[in-house]
């Protein structure tokens, strides 16, 4: 082996980073094998494999393999690692995603432990690619962030870029369109100020937001700058006639999208007979038939993508498979069928969260004429308010007028001890939420309401069921204080016998009949209890311990959880059937400290529930003890908050001055709280314990003096 040899394999390795595939494949020929190391025959074997894949040649596993083996727990952990990436990239690139997976994240450790630092962002790229097939679309986000921050860290603008656009796509895929673009945006003008023209970029990623939105002619047109660019890379060749094929169908450009369709399967066949790519392409196919009312190959060719989906557990596809079946049943006349079918497809884009798929078909299925006007007006006022949050207007258009042309029913009368539940709403995340809840509060699609402690879960139970005109009471249940042996029959009712001591008991679902059933923290129930309760949903019909009987229950169902609800999937706590069927209408309510805006109003509304008279004189210091409370953390939000003005109000006598006072001087004991905390924490170093406090060194040091620390 000479120097020159090694400088050779470096000249090649930067004809890869260049990407001149080709030219580097015909200098790896020219150099003789025979005389070299076994670390240099490494270079050279991952070199070949690595141009390969590029140009979509993937019958280099052996290759890859054999490095693998020959470089397991030796001391050249560089090479190992960047065998296992390349062996990652192709195993995603065959669709065998979980075992990509895995093989990925050992690469990752393994270039962190050579401290190669370019190199575990590669892998976290190619990470980022196979969580987003298999559905992981936060965790792939998050990966994706994590390789940006290091291309930046190390000044490799062009690393940095690629993986902005692939961000830029992630982004789209949740349907986070509005940000999708202006992150491509810039790319794109970068790309344009320095003639780089990477074709990855203009092929995956940019046409479709534009599309999305509307703007078809200037996806036409920012998807053909691309063609010329393409011939040496077979893969990209085959996204591109997928991306045209999907903008052809939004142009009503039918016999367009069906030949880029045809030219991208056949790529995508050649290359892979089951990847993302083939089921993606196929399932276009089937929204291109239903399009054009040919139904019988609609279903044939969703039904060959989903094959390859599930193999693959691609779940975006998959859902969007459920879609177009929905369809073809729709069509059928079958409206049983094509009611679960969108179901089905509907659960699973809210399960992986991708919010434009999941926003059009519930569009789609709203305007099926297959629900009732209630589901019906619920469905399209939550399709409008994703699409009104990303701007994409030819949707907003379309459901205002598919509103103002079917008009919800008056909700029926309640019952008259009904009072109506106080909501302060003055943030704009609360008035968008008491908005929705008032459009869908009449339809009998399930609630399912996340937050954190304290954040008036129970307050939006009680006003979904006082706006929906239910006249049935409203019984909510803590399935947290009851006793798992107890709970089956306190829901589902029991007959006299069925246990040791038990009485005829109707039970808390019968008791909800015509009205609504509050279920809080409905992930304490046991999966036993889960199924039943799933069986309930389904069937609307509950049967009591001790008998065999199925009575019929018309009830409307509002869950709610503390925790977060994708963390107790992950560890089993609640069934992922019933979260479907729960999470018809998520509703997210935030931390108090994320809505600071609706704090002066929450302290005059607890003031006048307690029956504090707050006009006169008492105006001004009630207004300034809710500015005071605004800068104040509240981890224990709303119910925090209304704790301590009650008990502010007790201690002063019901005095507004005396109130004020009482909270400053809480202000000045939880400054010297925190203070003495910082400069613990601090080792007595006043500008770190700034920083702790998020304010100047000035500002510690005037503390010091006041509070006589």
């Given at each position: 082996?000479?120097?020159?040899?090694?400088?050779?394999?470096?000249?090649?390795?930067?004809?890869?980073?260049?990407?001149?595939?080709?030219?580097?494949?015909?200098?790896?020929?020219?150099?003789?094998?025979?005389?070299?190391?076994?670390?240099?025959?490494?270079?050279?074997?991952?070199?070949?494999?690595?141009?390969?894949?590029?140009?979509?040649?993937?019958?280099?596993?052996?290759?890859?393999?054999?490095?693998?083996?020959?470089?397991?727990?030796?001391?050249?952990?560089?090479?190992?690692?960047?065998?296992?990436?390349l062996k990652g990239w192709l195993l995603s690139a065959l669709s065998r995603h979980a075992e990509a997976q895995e093989v990925l994240l050992e690469a990752h450790v393994n270039f962190l432990r050579c401290r190669d630092l370019k190199g575990s962002a590669r892998a976290l790229n190619q990470l980022s690619y196979v969580l987003l097939i298999l559905g992981h679309l936060e965790s792939s986000i998050s990966n994706l962030r994590k390789c940006i921050d290091i291309y930046c860290q190390l000044h490799y603008d062009h690393g940095a870029t690629v993986a902005s656009s692939n961000l830029a796509y992630l982004l789209f895929m949740t349907g986070a369109i509005r940000e999708s673009r202006i992150v491509y945006a810039d790319i794109a003008e970068r790309i344009e100020s320095t003639g780089e023209k990477n074709v990855l970029i203009y092929t995956e990623m940019f046409p479709l937001p534009l599309a999305y939105k509307g703007d078809i002619a200037t996806a036409r047109k920012t998807i053909a700058k691309c063609r010329p660019y393409l011939d040496k890379y077979i893969r990209e060749k085959a996204i591109y006639y997928e991306n045209l094929g999907l903008?052809?169908?939004?142009?009503?450009?039918?016999?367009?999208?069906?030949?880029?369709?045809?030219?991208?399967?056949?790529?995508?066949?050649?290359?892979?007979?089951?990847?993302?790519?083939?089921?993606?392409?196929?399932?276009?196919?089937?929204?291109?038939?239903?399009?054009?009312?040919?139904?019988?190959?609609?279903?044939?060719?969703?039904?060959?993508?989903?094959?390859?989906?599930?193999?693959?557990?691609?779940?975006?596809?998959?859902?969007?498979c459920h879609r177009v079946f929905a369809q073809v049943e729709a069509h059928r006349g079958d409206a049983d069928k094509a009611r679960q079918w969108y179901g089905k497809a509907m659960d699973m884009f809210n399960l992986v969260g991708s919010r434009y798929e999941l926003a059009v078909t519930r569009y789609l299925a709203a305007t099926s004429g297959l629900h009732a006007e209630t589901e019906r007006t619920a469905m399209l006022y939550l399709a409008r308010e994703y699409f009104a949050a990303e701007d994409v207007t030819h949707y907003v258009d379309k459901i205002d007028a598919q509103l103002r042309v079917h008009v919800l029913p008056p909700a029926k009368t309640k019952t008259a001890d009904a009072a109506r539940p106080v909501v302060v709403a003055v943030s704009p995340a609360m008035k968008k939420i008491v908005a929705l809840v008032e459009n869908i509060a009449p339809s009998e699609m399930t609630v399912l309401l996340s937050g954190a402690t304290g954040t008036g879960k129970d307050l939006f139970a009680r006003y979904v069921h006082y706006c929906s005109g239910r006249t049935g009471k409203l019984v909510i249940v803590n399935m947290a204080t009851i006793p798992d042996a107890l709970a089956e029959a306190e829901l589902f009712g029991c007959t006299k016998g069925a246990f040791t001591g038990s009485e005829d008991r109707p039970g808390l679902i019968a008791e909800a009949a015509e009205g609504t059933l509050f279920l809080n923290e409905v992930a304490e129930a046991s999966s036993a209890v889960q199924a039943k309760l799933l069986e309930v949903l389904e069937t609307r019909c509950v049967r009591r311990l001790g008998e065999n009987e199925r009575r019929a229950v018309n009830f409307r169902l509002i869950a709610a959880s503390s925790t977060d609800v994708q963390e107790l999937l992950r560890i089993g706590r609640l069934r992922l059937d019933l979260y479907h069927r729960l999470n018809q209408i998520p509703i997210v309510l935030s931390p108090l400290d994320a809505r600071r805006e609706d704090i002066p109003a929450l302290v005059r509304h607890f003031l006048t529930f307690a029956g504090f008279d707050l006009t006169g004189g008492n105006e001004t210091a009630i207004s300034e003890l809710g500015e005071l409370l605004s800068q104040w953390s509240w981890p224990g939000n709303v119910r925090q908050l209304q704790a301590l003005v009650q008990r502010l109000w007790t201690e002063a006598g019901q005095d507004s001055v005396k109130i004020l006072q009482r909270a400053r001087e809480q202000e000045q004991e939880r400054q010297r709280e925190d203070l003495e905390a910082a400069i613990v924490r601090s080792g007595g170093n006043q500008s770190r314990a700034a920083e702790l406090l998020g304010v100047s060194e000035g500002t510690v040091r005037h503390r010091r003096r006041k509070l006589g620390l």
């Open positions: 082996m000479t120097n020159q040899t090694v400088k050779s394999l470096q000249a090649i390795e930067e004809l890869v980073r260049n990407k001149r595939y080709c030219d580097a494949l015909n200098e790896l020929k020219n150099i003789d094998v025979a005389g070299l190391g076994a670390a240099e025959i490494g270079h050279h074997s991952l070199l070949t494999a690595e141009a390969s894949l590029y140009l979509g040649d993937y019958s280099v596993g052996n290759l890859i393999d054999e490095v693998i083996e020959k470089f397991r727990g030796s001391e050249r952990t560089d090479i190992f690692a960047w065998a296992k990436f903008i052809c169908i939004l142009d009503r450009d039918y016999p367009a999208a069906e030949k880029a369709l045809k030219a991208g399967l056949e790529i995508s066949i050649k290359i892979a007979p089951e990847s993302a790519l083939v089921s993606q392409i196929k399932r276009l196919f089937g929204d291109l038939y239903v399009a054009t009312n040919k139904f019988q190959l609609a279903e044939q060719f969703a039904s060959e993508a989903l094959v390859v989906a599930e193999k693959i557990n691609e779940r975006v596809e998959i859902a969007a």
